[in-house]
């Protein structure tokens, strides 16, 4: 659309490379069952006669009851003798579930200090971390559990989960993949490694991984958008566009598949393809799809693409917003002007103004229509007007800097642009400055 493109500016990948069927991995499957036959040593500590006979009591009650089941607890302890820590690892559970984590928090601590090689405490404590975002404390509570021989994929995944909050990339693509081994189809952990190999440009891998989560979750939007944006960072325009297309024949694309397409179909020159995306984003976003319809037609009337921009224009005839209303008006008046139809974008303008009459940008445009005509009088009370709008003093003392140098108040354009440059210097109006100084016969 000649000078006037939409900028798409996405993180991105390659398509994703072919492999040749892998050999299966050697084991040895008569060791594995053996060895599995020996129970875990020193993983966990015991409990007392009397804790455990506790323990069945209220081990139900934690869930359900867990005040009641914290009196019993708690009753247990004494000052003379501190209990097991398999006993404080049950306590910390009381006080989880009664909601008091900073004493869940003192009693998962205790137990692995006393018992470095608890491995449930380990991970108990690294979910309480965890779930009060405390990302930096999980790690190493998560990292112990897999050291003692934890291989839940939840484990693993949560793990990767932390160390990416850290920005911790490599370690975390490990306990992903970890985690992904144990539970291949686990949204959370694909996503975590999608985000990952995306930051990290690993582009064959990113795009395999969103394609299987669109292939798992095709009602998902954002992995459509997602995978859109990928292939738009490598420029393959084309199928992003196709991708998007395939969102809104399967009734998933949500506003943002649908702005994204759109804008890629004005890049393309593809108005009437854009219009029409455009419009679908009316009904679920009003404010949004107006902006991109104006927009739209704004770029048109740029490159002097007048039918399209009225064509586009048309399509926003029905109930606007007040801001779409006087956005419509606003464009209407704009066409109008760049077809030199001064008395129609003035009529547009009107319109406008009677509804939002300190319109600064409308001010402006109806005094340049006047100042089109050579109708200084009427131009200069427009500008007047705007200038007293402080977003649109800059622009109005331009104008009026100009009607004044055409009427060689040499002096009385002097002010004006004085009065811009005190808003924003720029060289040219310094340039500009200059010259009228030396027409009124003064020195910089």
């Given amino acids: 659309m000649k000078s006037h493109r939409l900028l798409l500016a996405m993180a991105l990948l390659l398509p994703a490379v072919g492999f040749a069927e892998a050999p299966s991995p050697k084991l040895d499957p008569k060791r594995i069952i053996n060895e599995s ?12 006669a009397e804790e455990y006979a506790l323990y069945e009591k209220v081990v139900a009650m934690i869930e359900t009851q867990p005040e009641f089941a914290l009196k019993l607890l708690e009753a247990m302890m004494n000052d003379k003798e501190p209990p097991s820590p398999a006993f404080e690892f049950i306590l910390g559970n009381a006080y989880y579930a009664a909601g008091q984590t900073d004493k869940a928090e003192a009693s998962y601590r205790s137990a692995v200090k ?9 991970n108990n404590l690294g979910v309480l971390y965890y779930t009060a975002d405390k990302f930096t404390e999980a790690i190493p509570c998560f990292s112990k559990s897999v050291s003692l021989g934890d291989r839940e994929p939840t484990t ?5 989960y932390c160390l990416e909050r850290m920005n911790n990339l490599v370690p975390a693509e490990m ?13 959370d952990w694909m996503e975590g490694l999608l985000r990952i190999y995306i930051q990290g440009k690993q582009n064959d891998r990113a795009e395999s991984l969103v394609k299987n989560l669109i292939k798992e979750r095709p009602k998902e939007s954002r992995y459509w958008l997602t995978y859109a944006n990928i292939l738009l960072a490598s420029q393959r325009k084309l199928e992003a566009i196709a991708v998007l297309e395939a969102s809104v024949g399967t009734g998933v694309a949500g506003v943002d598949e649908l702005n994204l397409l759109g804008d890629l179909y004005a890049e ?18 009003p404010e949004l799809g107006e902006q991109k319809l104006l927009n739209l037609a704004q770029v048109l009337i740029a490159d002097a693409e007048w039918q399209q921009a009225r064509e586009v224009l048309g399509s926003l005839s029905g109930t606007l917003s007040p801001e779409g209303r006087i956005g419509l008006l606003q464009t209407k008046a704009d066409l109008l002007f760049a077809q030199k139809k001064w ?14 009459p300190l319109n600064g940008k409308a001010l402006l445009s109806l005094g340049r229509t006047y100042a089109a005509e050579d109708d200084t009088a009427r131009a200069t009370f427009a500008f007047e007007a705007a200038y007293q709008i402080p977003s649109c003093t800059y622009r ?9 140098l055409k009427n060689r108040h040499y002096d009385k354009s002097v ?16 340039d500009y400055l200059a010259r009228i100084r030396t027409l009124a016969g003064k020195k910089g």
């Fill in 37 to 48: 036959s020996s129970f875990l040593k020193e993983r966990e500590p015991e409990m007392t």
């Fill in 114 to 122: 006393r018992y470095p090689s608890f491995l449930r405490a380990w």
């Fill in 156 to 160: 693993f995944g949560l793990l990767g």
């Fill in 175 to 187: 306990a992903y993949m970890q985690a992904m081994a144990g539970d291949p189809n686990n949204g």
């Fill in 268 to 285: 393309q020159q593809l108005i009437p393809e854009a219009a029409a995306i455009y419009r679908k984003v009316l009904t679920p976003s």
């Fill in 343 to 356: 008395a129609d974008a003035r009529k547009e303008l009107q319109e406008l103004l009677q509804l939002a």
């Fill in 396 to 404: 109005a003392s331009l104008e009026l800097a100009n009607i004044e």
């Fill in 415 to 430: 002010e004006y642009i004085e009065k811009a440059l005190s808003i924003e210097k720029t060289g040219a109006v310094e």
